[in-house]
């Protein structure tokens, strides 16, 4: 599979961080929090629709099969403990992604997991999180993760309604995902979190509304709902571009949001992020270091860090990355270090999306005077994008529900 990373620039075989990032690394807080985010790239089928760096059995080579992908990424964890020694850190959060990280044994995980704690030190209030499909667990291995110090659980939902599931080539029963989240309840894990994606072609209104229904009953502590995007390269972007399927409708995703939102507050989970809604103390950590400008370091195939300023991407294919550990040498294809430019930019792009909002101040980088700033913010307030109320009391820029459907279009505006 050939690579479509970014070229970036090379990263040494020992993964060193560059002399700046490695200053500024060092000169920070004691412990300095760090987030570590694991991808599994395996998965049992492919998903028409999704652009993840993930492989089915049939698409491995040699070297890069699921019994050797734990101690793999152990290796790779090792490694992060040499790239950012002498520092002490303290791992404040955990992410494992994929793919379907559960078609791992629960052992395994929990091995990545042990070697995470072994090198940095899991904080004793760590958000530690596994994504899961509905129908890749068991109750025993639900009760092996939470022993293994698994705290939270996101389902891989989608919908509650089985044509809508055929279409984006999903393989689970709806029936199924009440009874893992019971099964995860009963496993011990304190939060739960369902994952729906709204806008598939054909999909009804009420068909949206019986997946938000279904969603609640299950009580979740959170949930995360995701307009379908069609992506270039995937199965579902060739059926659209053959005019078999219809592409999502902007005005069809903007109502659905509407009914998302109206539902899922109405339940007592309120949205925190564009995309994300939780009850109070349920919303994402690992999820908000990422919105927020943290410190994180990328485990696995393709995968993705940042630290001090510095980011760099892995190797995507398994096989790959396993070689290159295996001879001892960082699995980073290239990296790129962000300018004060980019880094304020992406600050904009980001916390523009959260319910605490962008302090106002973000935004004098983009314009010429204080004035012109004010400007710019009062026409957003003025066309009822921008809440008016969180910059009075606390000079920060909040999102209004319109804004939230139009973020990306504010975020042009406002730095100009």
């Not at 909002?357 to 012109?372: D, E, I, K, M, N």
Request: charged residues 20%; glycine residues 8%; negative net charge.
């Amino acid at each position: 599979m050939p690579s479509t990373l970014p070229d970036g620039e090379p990263v040494p075989d020992d993964g060193a961080l560059p002399a700046s990032a490695a200053q500024a690394w060092s000169a920070g807080p004691t412990p300095t929090p760090l987030s570590v985010y694991v991808h599994v790239p395996f998965c049992a089928a492919r998903c028409g629709y999704c652009d993840f760096n993930t492989y089915t059995a049939a698409e491995l080579g040699e070297g890069a099969s699921r019994a050797e992908f734990a101690a793999t990424a152990a290796a790779e964890v090792r490694l992060a403990r040499r790239v950012l020694d002498p520092v002490t850190t303290r791992v404040d959060t955990v992410f494992v992604g994929g793919g379907t990280p559960t078609l791992l044994p629960a052992a395994d995980l929990g091995e990545v997991l042990r070697v995470i704690d072994g090198e940095f030190g899991l904080a004793p209030d760590a958000e530690v999180t596994t994504e899961a499909n509905p129908d890749s667990v068991t109750p025993e291995q639900l009760a092996a993760l939470r022993e293994a110090g698994f705290t939270r659980i996101s389902f891989g939902m989608q919908s509650a309604v089985p044509r809508v599931l055929d279409l984006l080539d999903r393989t689970h029963d709806p029936e199924g995902v009440p009874r893992a989240v019971a099964w995860a309840r009963q496993a011990g894990f304190t939060q739960v979190s369902l994952d729906l994606i709204y806008g598939t072609p054909g999909e009804r209104p009420q068909d949206w509304e019986t997946s938000l229904d279904a969603a609640l009953a299950c009580a979740p502590d959170h949930v995360s709902a995701y307009a379908l995007i069609v992506e270039d390269g995937t199965a579902l972007a060739r059926r659209v571009r053959r005019g078999e399927l219809p592409a999502p409708d902007d005005d069809d995703l903007a109502a659905k949001y509407e009914i998302a939102d109206a539902r899922l507050r109405a339940a007592g989970l309120d949205w925190y992020e564009v995309s994300n809604w939780a009850r109070p103390g349920a919303a994402c950590r690992h999820n908000l270091g990422y919105w927020r400008g943290a410190d994180w370091w990328g485990i696995g195939p393709g995968a993705h860090s940042h630290i001090a300023g510095t980011r760099w991407w892995n190797v995507k294919h398994p096989q790959a990355y396993a070689a290159r550990l295996a001879q001892g040498r960082s699995p980073a294809h290239a990296r790129e270090v962000l300018t004060e430019e980019d880094r304020t930019l992406e600050q904009v792009l980001l916390e523009i999306r959260l319910r605490e909002g962008l302090p106002l101040q973000t935004l004098a980088a983009f314009h010429p005077s204080v004035g012109h700033v004010a400007g710019v913010v009062e026409a957003e307030i003025a066309a009822g994008l921008l809440d008016p109320a969180p910059l009075a009391d606390a000079g920060r820029l909040v999102l209004t529900e319109a804004g939230r459907l139009l973020a990306d279009a504010v975020v042009r505006r406002l730095v100009g």
